[in-house]
């Protein structure tokens, strides 16, 4: 294949992410003029002779290095495929990666990314809350492979953060893994802080990288490559996907650091299929129209939630009055609020329970980023592998509510939350405090 770079400008004028979704990595010629890049349904690939085969094995193994005009043949589709390569070019656009990897779902992407970077004996330092499968991937199949994982709490300061770094023996930090803005909290990590942290704990012999999960705000909405990442995560079922039909997830980072990647993603098989790569290459299309309207009617939504006398308090990234630290970081390095809103109903279990059971337009289920609305309760569902205990210290409350706001009209999903309030009733306590 042709770089893809070379079809990027005209007149020497970079184009923009969304002009080149549509194009970028792919020329029709090569498939019959095909204006969509075709499936390659296929496991494996003719070589056109034996010292053909014998020169991509050399690449794919290691066995020696690439020369400067060769490039990397097609072998099998565990290693790579025509149809993955396309995607992964794309891929890289938004975020300004050199280079990019699918996977089977976001939890391959962060469980192979993790395994090809960590050894035995080393520690990760990470933020919490994190979502729950890697909450649970970080402090118990990690601990199987001799792998320590260390959280800091969300109101960490920089000093905090430096005074538990300092703790860990030399030589063992090895990583730093964030997620932010965090599930279901929407609380920030400031990742200018932890790249410094990063570089001032890392030595020649022993970096420490700076791992980013950054499914919630990107890659429209936030590029932690910017403010000091080595690799950027994604779970790509959710805004990258963005129709609740694919499971998938992609790393993003440096050609040196893609390649310890692939190699883990080849010897453990976690890639993604051709089909569901498609599929992305379609919903990336129109990646930047969805997230700009989902964000735009969730700015509306928690809005209206805030002012609603059955809600305790909202946690959306433009609420944040009360804390101007938080409010810095979001200046810093988002680029929007996003369409993930948290809140708390007045009550507990029961009222988020009787809320959630009555909602007719937005849908009871997990996962977000897709086209429609969805609700869910974190602390029972996303959330509950978590002890009741560190749920509390991580703001994870009962009466919390998480929602994923899509692209239906916002007067109708204001119209179902409306009707789902109603349902759950006025507490006595709300009930006199309007009397009074």
């Known amino acids: 294949m042709t770089n893809p770079a070379d079809h990027a400008c005209i007149n020497g004028q970079r184009l923009n992410p969304e002009s080149l979704m549509m194009s970028y990595g792919y020329t029709p010629a090569w498939s019959e003029g095909a204006i969509k890049p075709p499936i390659f349904q296929t496991s494996t690939f003719v070589f056109k002779n034996a010292e053909e085969g ?33 995607l992964e070019n794309r891929l890289t656009l938004w975020d300004e990666a050199e280079e990019a990897a699918s996977f089977a779902s976001g939890m391959a992407a962060i ?17 919490e809350p994190v979502y729950g499968g890697s909450d649970f991937f970080l402090k118990n199949v990690l601990r199987k492979f001799g792998i320590e994982a260390v959280g800091f709490r969300p109101s ?58 950054n499914t919630f705000l990107g890659p429209v909405f936030q590029h932690p490559l910017k403010h000091g990442a080595d ?33 883990m993603r080849t010897f453990m098989g976690t890639m993604c299929d051709p089909n569901t790569g498609w599929m992305l290459m379609r919903s990336l299309e129109t990646l930047k129209l969805r997230m700009e309207r989902a964000a735009q009617s969730a700015q509306t939504i928690a809005d209206w ?4 006398p059955l809600v305790e308090r909202t946690h959306y990234l433009t609420h944040l009055e009360g804390n101007p630290v ?14 993930m809103i948290s809140f708390d109903i007045r009550g507990g279990e029961a009222e988020a329970f009787r809320f959630l059971n009555a909602l007719k337009l937005i849908k009871l289920a ?27 210290e991580m703001g994870i409350t009962p009466q919390m509510i998480r929602l994923s706001i899509g692209v239906e009209d916002p007067q109708d999903l204001m119209l179902d939350l409306g009707q789902a309030f109603e349902a759950v009733g006025m507490p006595k306590e709300v009930e006199v405090a309007e009397m009074a």
């Open 54 to 86: 014998k020169a991509f094995f050399e690449l794919a193994y290691g066995l020696r290095q690439q020369g400067p005009d060769e490039e990397m043949g097609l072998i099998y589709s565990r290693l790579n495929n025509p149809s993955l390569e396309i």
């Open 111 to 127: 469980s192979t990314t993790l395994l090809a970077l960590l050894q035995p004996g080393d520690v990760v330092l990470h933020s």
């Open 156 to 213: 960490a300061s920089p000093e905090e953060m430096q005074a538990q770094a300092a703790a860990i023996a030399p030589g063992r930090l090895a990583m730093i893994y964030v997620e932010t803005p965090a599930n279901p909290t929407n609380h920030l990590i400031d990742l200018d802080a932890c790249a410094a942290l990063a570089r001032q704990y890392a030595t020649p012999d022993k970096p420490v990288r700076f791992v980013v999960d």
């Open 231 to 263: 690799v950027i995560l994604y779970s790509a079922t959710k805004f990258l996907g963005g129709h609740s039909d694919l499971i998938a997830g992609a790393a993003l980072s440096s050609h040196a650091l893609m390649k310890e990647i692939k190699a």
């Open 305 to 308: 939630l805030r002012a609603h």
């Open 326 to 339: 938080q409010q810095d970081i979001y200046r810093r390095q988002c680029l929007s609020p996003g369409s």
């Open 366 to 392: 997990v996962s977000l980023g897709g086209t429609e609305s969805l609700a869910e309760h974190p602390g029972t569902m996303t959330h509950s592998d978590i002890t009741l205990e560190d749920q509390k």
